[in-house]
């Protein structure tokens, strides 16, 4: 499955922002879905994932609460909302997908889309 992530920006601390990822090639609905972050000088981490039906989701302790993942099966497109963002928020967001899979192991999803910048200015 390719996947093309959109929506990041510049955004003041405090406000909100919703990515979106698109998969296109395979059926999106045998994938489970992930968005995954990096800020600069900084390793990978895992933000949230949702399962293939969306009827499970799981979210990094430091984005529970403000951030809100959810797919829609008829645009084949996954989403991210984020609210009361923080500048700890700052990254390039990676969206992924998991073959029959979710959770929060990056090594686990196979397919990867370009990343989209996130800037919080304080």
């Known amino acids: 499955v390719q996947l093309q992530a959109s929506g990041g920006g510049l955004v003041q601390a405090g406000g909100s922002l919703r990515l979106s990822c698109a998969a296109s090639?395979?059926?999106?609905?045998?994938?489970?879905m992930g968005w995954f972050r990096q800020a600069p000088g900084k390793e990978r981490e895992f933000v949230a994932t949702?399962?293939?039906?969306?009827?499970?989701?799981d979210y990094a302790d430091s984005v529970k609460g403000r951030f809100t993942i959810s797919r829609d099966h008829a645009k084949n497109t996954a989403y991210l909302q984020m609210n009361n963002l923080k500048p700890e928020d700052t990254a390039v967001y990676y969206c992924?997908?998991?073959?029959?899979?979710?959770?929060?192991?990056?090594?686990?999803?196979?397919?990867w889309g370009q990343g989209t910048q996130v800037t919080v200015s304080s």
């Open positions: 992924a997908a998991a073959y029959k899979f979710y959770g929060s192991d990056a090594r686990s999803f196979g397919s």
């Open positions: 090639g395979r059926s999106f609905s045998n994938y489970g």
């Open positions: 949702i399962s293939r039906s969306g009827g499970s989701t």
